[in-house]
């Protein structure tokens, strides 16, 4: 099965998957192995309580059927990658400038993750200056990069078929337990309520990021990168989940939320700190240029790079810092010039400091985010 099958049957209000919200046998509430123990008193997330009841995951297809990619392989770009369906005769796709990427640094390193092989694979085991694990969901528009460790020791993810709010849901395969993408979190099992170390990444355009990593490398479609049930290349669209994006449907199976305070799929990038929850529209941040705020005592800084919004701590050194975003598209504080995708100082007194991300989750869609986080404000409302 394709991703694009899925999400194309649920923007037609076809989704054939949706209807359900059976599980399979073994559902992440499988025993412990590997030294994995239970958790004696279910914890607090939101307003759910932890484990998340069977009969609030829907069943979207069978296990690994999006099969995850265990293998990557790097290079440059995708110059030398034959694909089916370009045209027939073995024609090479090409990385297009606006194609979206999730971008990861590590040690100075860059990888670029395209969306266009995340749509369809979903999550991505990697090794890069450690275990990493890079994480799309289409439905939501929400990348997560964490550690993949579980119980003290690496393990792979893969996609177990099924959603919670719409978002998808990993399985790791030492403790068969389900994790929540958008909260990092294990929902069922035996890790429930144990939260994956994140790793800070951005959603941005394979231009943008090359701009601000020249040096970076991309991630090459299958066969060169391996997945999990050793399936091959696939066609890999350039649309990605544009008739999702702009269908009426919302998720699957939720169509009736309820939350107006924006449009269910405007993108917002979201903070939380010390159990305060605030979303950040695109529109505003991008009338806005830069935003200084306070989230849960946090002060922060959010902004944008053309459709791209990063949200940052503004502190420095103890030194709480106050942002204006300049003509040439760039934050100004504290004497220093600083660029928006990075975080980084290019010159003044911070020059070659970087301001640590704020937010955990890449920009998403509002429904996703106002599913996770039912407390959350919205700035400018």
Known sequence: MNRRTYLGAAASGLAAFAGCSSVDPRDGSGSARDGATSTPTPPRLADTTLPVPRSELTFAAPKDVFAAIVDPVFGPDWA??????Y????????LRPGDRVVG????????????????DHEVVNDEFHGSLLVTYCPLCGSG???????????????VSGKLWHSDLVMYDERTGSYWSQILATAIRGPRTGDRLGLVPSTLTTWEQWQRTHPETVVLRPPPESG???GSGAQFY???????????????????????????AKAEVIGVVHDGSARAYPLSVVTEAGAIDDTVGGLPVVVSHAKRTLVAYDRRID???????????????????????????ALDGAFEGRKLRRANDVSQLLWFAWAQHHPETTVYGR
């Open 237 to 263: 669209s350039d649309a990605v989940d544009e008739p999702y994006r702009e269908s009426a449907v919302i998720g699957v199976g939720q169509n009736d939320f309820a939350d107006e305070r924006l449009p």
């Open 104 to 119: 990861v640094v590590r040690d100075g390193e860059a990888r670029a993750y395209p969306l266009r092989l995340l749509a």
């Open 80 to 85: 030398g990658v034959e694909l089916p369906g």
């Open 144 to 158: 997560v990069t964490a550690e993949r460790r579980v119980a003290g020791a690496p393990t792979r993810f893969g």
């Open 318 to 344: 103890g030194r709480t810092l106050r942002f204006r975003r300049g003509d040439d598209g760039r934050l100004r504080a504290g004497g220093s010039t600083w660029e928006v995708l990075s975080g980084r």
């Open 227 to 229: 997945t999990i049930d």
């Open 87 to 94: 045209g027939g005769d073995g024609a090479t796709p090409r």
